[in-house]
Nanobody, 123 residues
Framework: QVQLVESGGGLVQAGGSLRLSCAAS????????AAWFRQAPGKEREFVAR????????YYADSVKGRFTISRDNAKSAMYLQMNSLKPEDTAVYYC????????????????WGQGTQVTVSA
């Protein structure tokens, strides 16, 4: 199993930047594909970005493409989400997720989840 803990959320003005981190512990992080999801109040959890086991392939939701960058450092057991040009509609709780076998853009495709970190973007 792997345990995931997110950090780096906070309050930022529109147009600003934040960098989220996901720290993994337990089994080697390189054994897992990983992703970021987010959930705004009253809305379903939605896919943001995903990265494969070695970090060589990454995919993004259309809503964040060109603004967000996902990366990972398996030696440090960590994953990151660099968020630039933030918009008020990016406000949500952001979750990191991991799975040893699947590499998908749906929440059901991930077995392990962190507790989330709040990102609030003011207009």
């Amino acid at each position: 199993q792997v345990q995931l803990v997110e950090s780096g959320g906070g309050l930022v003005q529109a147009g600003g930047s934040l960098r989220l981190s996901c720290a993994a512990s337990g089994r080697p992080f390189g054994n897992y594909a990983a992703a970021w999801f987010r959930q705004a109040p009253g809305k379903e959890r939605e896919f943001v970005a995903r990265i494969n086991w070695g970090g060589g392939s990454a995919y993004y939701a259309d809503s964040v493409k060109g603004r967000f960058t996902i990366s990972r450092d398996n030696a440090k057991s960590a994953m990151y989400l660099q968020m630039n040009s933030l918009k008020p509609e990016d406000t949500a709780v952001y979750y990191c997720a991991a799975d040893p076998d699947r590499f998908r853009s749906v929440a059901a495709g991930y077995s392990y989840w962190g507790q989330g970190t709040q990102v609030t973007v003011s207009a």
